[in-house]
Nanobody
Framework: EVQLVESGGGLVQTGGSLRLSCVAS????????IGWFRRAPGKEREGISC?????????YYADSVKGRFTITSDSAKNTVYLQMNSLKPEDTAEYSC???????????????????WGKGTLVTVSS
């Protein structure tokens, strides 16, 4: 059974930083697509950053986070991280990790959703 467990959310002031972690179990990091999604109150879910095992440059960032957020993976720990810097109030949202054990069409799934989801972690940025 695939499980994704997020951690690292919290309350931070504008301009601050947080690092989210997503620990995956039930599939190996040999072939995967995994990413971070967020849903702000009253808004649709947004795929903000994804990565796949198919190629080193298979990394996506939404324009809203480009230059501020960095996604990395640690295959030894089956963990994906999202380093979030220069946080803004509009980054306030529930952040979820989504994954699928297949890197095919990883960019499509980053936009449209993955096969498996974590429960999410709340990020609140105060002004």
């Amino acid at each position: 059974e695939v499980q994704l467990v997020e951690s690292g959310g919290g309350l931070v002031q504008t301009g601050g930083s947080l690092r989210l972690s997503c620990v995956a179990s039930g599939f190996t990091f040999d072939a995967y697509a995994i990413g971070w999604f967020r849903r702000a109150p009253g808004k649709e879910r947004e795929g903000i950053s994804c990565i796949s095992s198919a190629a080193d440059d298979n990394i996506y960032y939404a324009d809203s986070v480009k230059g501020r957020f960095t996604i990395t993976s640690d295959s030894a720990k089956n963990t994906v991280y999202l380093q979030m810097n220069s946080l803004k109030p509009e980054d306030t949202a529930e952040y979820s990790c989504g994954a699928r054990p297949d890197p095919t069409d990883w960019d499509y799934h980053c936009e449209n959703g993955m096969d498996y989801w974590g429960k999410g972690t709340l990020v609140t940025v105060s002004s």
